[in-house]
């Protein structure tokens, strides 16, 4: 495939290839320091998006992406029939969403064994965690036997083992077909990739082999100069802070049991936050730890059924979920994927102060004149009038993490935070939510799967591990 003289506008951005060859041997990973124009790349590489600048693209290609997947969700809700059952509709199974793509049984079963789907083969698409939708997006596109392969940001939401799985499946891929891998980490690059294209500022500025990127001066810089930009951020974070007391613990769990009508989840949990602490949770995908943020947040339904004081407050005892949540900020995967108004960048950042999905109340001169200031130090004061839905995925992603801190929560709720941020991006925001922490400025409850992402003023774990029944949570308090 070749690319030449590629100019494509994107939005605000120009998206921008001047030559690049990609020959039928080689494998490559496609890394962005910072770029808005990397999802609008995928597409015209699969062609979802026609160009005269490609020639010689292969007739079959398979795509992975958080584009594509929210796309997949979207259609399941759009076909969700609750209304007109007797019974909660959770939608397409995995079994069945993979079956959409491939000809016979066989198949089928061999892309649930590779991709690690086959106990989950009857589970519906909308109850999966992030890291185990991401392996039903991969089984669908490998079903159309494509002869190139383009996965964008493939290892978001993966466990550390199914990360591992990945890019052993992608060694094995490569045996018979081309790949690219998009990604905004210099750790994601399976054995597999040959060749490196290098994007800063939406424009391919370097192509080179695998070895030559590697010792590349570029990743020093824009170290540097995220951990001075994250100062912006912790400064407006101390400006807008108004200390208030916090009950003590503010979550607290005596016995809490989850389980479905499949299987136990956990039982048996006794669990507290106390005040000044921060906490990491940390397990395999699918373990029940998307499930335990939704007892903190109200929004699971046996959070009602246990013993657990959330601010104070009892769930079940006739409190207001509200009363809870304008104590609490979250950025999550499924807050994003439930964030499908049509509302413009400064009001998603308004939308903060009153927890709603959108902005239905009107927002004060203050609270502009804040929400205008968050937008500018995420360099996104251009954006302030363009639709969420309009903006690249990682765009969108920082509007959430300014949303979660604009209120100065209590407790700031982090599942996977950086998923879909290009390089700088995410460097800004971990060197930011490290000196916020350690500043004491807001209490954490962190979810990553990276090593990489641990921060240092997270010294407390909750920790699931797999037991004959469901899993055992391990507390381990320093």
């Known amino acids: 495939m070749k690319i030449n003289a590629l100019e494509h506008q994107a ?96 198949e089928l079963e061999k892309l649930l064994a590779q991709t690690d789907l086959l106990t989950l083969r009857h589970r519906p698409f909308r109850q999966l965690s992030t890291g185990e939708t991401r392996r039903v997006m991969l089984a669908r596109a490998l079903a159309n036997e494509p002869e190139l392969l383009i996965l964008d940001e493939p290892y978001s939401g993966l466990d550390t083992a199914h990360r591992a799985a990945l890019s052993a499946l992608l ?10 891998v998009v990604t905004s980490r210099d750790d994601e690059m399976p054995d597999c990739m040959t060749h490196v294209a290098l994007f800063v500022q939406d424009q391919l500025e370097q192509t080179m082999e695998k070895a030559q990127f590697i010792e590349h001066p570029l ?8 951990s001075q930009q994250s100062n912006a951020i912790v400064d407006l974070v101390e400006l807008q802070s108004d200390i208030q007391l916090v009950p003590d613990p503010l979550v607290e769990m005596n016995s809490v049991k989850v389980e479905y009508v499949d299987g136990l989840i956990f039982q048996d949990l ?28 109200g929004d699971h339904p046996q959070c009602y059924s246990n013993d657990i004081r959330v601010l104070g407050m009892k769930r079940g005892s006739g409190e207001s979920i509200w009363d809870v949540k304008k104590r609490i900020g979250i950025v999550s995967s499924a807050l994003h994927l439930q964030y499908r108004v049509g509302c413009s960048a400064l009001d998603v950042v308004l939308s903060g102060f009153f927890d709603s999905i959108g902005l239905y109340e009107k927002p004060s001169t203050q609270q502009i004149q804040l929400a205008r200031q968050w937008l500018s130090v995420l360099e996104m004061s251009e954006l302030e009038r363009v639709g969420f839905k309009s903006l690249g995925y990682g765009q969108q992603r920082l509007l959430l993490i300014a949303r979660a801190l604009i209120k100065q929560p209590a407790l700031l709720i982090l599942d996977e935070p950086y998923q879909g941020l290009d390089y700088l991006n995410r460097k800004l925001m971990f060197f930011a ?46």
């Open 171 to 180: 060694n094995e891929c490569a045996q018979t077909m081309q790949i690219i």
């Open 219 to 226: 990743m020093q810089q824009l170290q540097a100069l995220s």
């Open 11 to 106: 939005g605000l951005y120009t998206l921008k290839v001047a030559h690049w060859n990609i020959e039928p041997q080689q494998h490559w990973t496609v890394f962005s320091s910072q770029s808005q124009c990397l999802a609008e790349l995928v597409n015209i590489l699969c062609g979802e998006v026609e160009s005269a600048a490609i020639s010689e693209r292969p007739a079959r290609i398979g795509c992975v992406s958080l584009a594509l997947q929210q796309q997949l969700l979207e259609r399941e809700l759009a076909n969700d029939e609750t209304d007109f059952q007797d019974h909660i509709d959770y939608g397409s199974s995995v079994e069945q969403l993979v079956m959409e793509n491939v000809s016979s049984s066989q």
């Open 270 to 297: 006794d669990w507290q936050i106390k005040r000044g602490e921060h906490w990491q949770i940390r397990g395999p995908n699918g373990c029940g730890k998307s499930t335990l943020l939704g007892l903190i947040m």
């Open 433 to 478: 939510l490290s000196r916020i922490a350690s500043a004491n400025l807001t209490q954490l409850l962190y979810v990553t799967h990276h090593q990489d992402d641990a921060l240092d003023a997270v010294t407390n774990f909750v920790d699931f591990e797999p037991a004959e029944q469901g899993h055992r949570v391990i507390i381990r308090r320093t």
